[in-house]
């Protein structure tokens, strides 16, 4: 084939394994979390995650908090939470991103998920340190995080202090708090309240306190302080690369010509 039509051809062969890509539904998806509060301010547990139909609800704000959320709120780990979100949506894409995120931390993770039937993200996470504080979001389907084209839709979610829940279901006790040295954790006694908005006693009297994460509380949040940040990046995948490849060849091809032409046309008399 002469280069001069394999040029166009093959640019057209490539996008159109890329729509044939982005039709299939599947996308990768680069999550990226940040803790945004100043140094010594308050850090959080690994963030949970699922990219599923918008069905798992794990808990409502004015209700008691259910196993699931509370897996997530008093202790961190979520093993309820990852189990019930895989029971209630068995095709969604789950899994955990990062370990302890300390105030300025960030992590990274990425995960292949179903753009057409999952289109929707759940996240939560336990607030350290605290005995049942955590962010999260009330209803599954409050991000939609991609369209009807399986496109991203939303490139981050910010949190704020003001978000950040108390889930009624542990005693607010520093001697008993994750996170906190030389605390208890059996020592945890049972609240019998309901899910509800509350920042406040994270500083009123955890403030103070030596933590896990090697610095001593002093957090000075206001109801609109930026906490936190979730981010998403779509991901080529490794085919659509190899498929963009010989395209992206001709592009260089095509440059290196021109910039022949010229340097020629530079050299010639005038
Ligand atoms: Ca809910
Ligand atoms: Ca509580």
């Given amino acids: 084939m002469h280069e001069r039509l394999a040029i166009p051809f093959r640019l057209a ?101 179903d753009a057409t039937s999952n289109p929707f993200f759940t996240f939560a996470a336990m607030v350290l340190p605290s005995n049942d504080h955590f962010i999260g979001n009330d209803s599954p389907m409050q991000y939609r995080l991609f369209n009807a084209a399986g496109q991203l839709a939303i490139t981050s979610i910010v949190q704020y202090a003001g978000d950040i829940w ?43 306190q030596e933590t896990a994460g090697g610095y001593v509380l002093n957090s000075a949040l206001t109801t609109g302080s930026e906490v936190y940040r979730i981010s998403f990046q779509a991901v080529p995948e490794p085919e659509s690369l190899a498929l963009m490849l010989p395209g992206l060849l001709a592009i260089g091809w095509v440059g290196r010509q021109r910039r022949k032409q010229s340097a020629g046309s530079a050299l010639s008399p005038v």
């Fill in 13 to 113: 062969a490539a996008a159109a394994a890329l729509a044939f890509c982005a039709s299939a539904g599947a996308a990768q998806i680069q999550v990226t979390i940040e803790n945004l509060v100043p140094a010594t301010g308050i850090s959080f547990a690994p963030l949970h995650v699922g990219f599923g139909s918008g069905s798992f609800d794990s808990f409502n704000i004015g209700q008691a908090a259910g196993p699931e959320i509370v897996s997530v709120a008093e202790l961190g780990g979520g093993s309820e939470w990852q189990a019930a979100f895989a029971a209630a949506e068995p095709n969604a894409t789950r899994g955990t991103i990062g370990g302890a995120l300390l105030p300025g931390a960030s992590s990274s993770a990425t995960f292949m998920v």
């Fill in 166 to 208: 108390d889930a009624g279901s542990e005693t607010f006790d520093p001697a008993a708090a994750a996170f906190v040295v030389g605390s208890v954790a059996t020592d945890r006694s049972a609240e019998n309240g309901v899910v509800g908005v509350d920042f406040a006693k994270l500083q009123t009297a955890f403030n103070g």
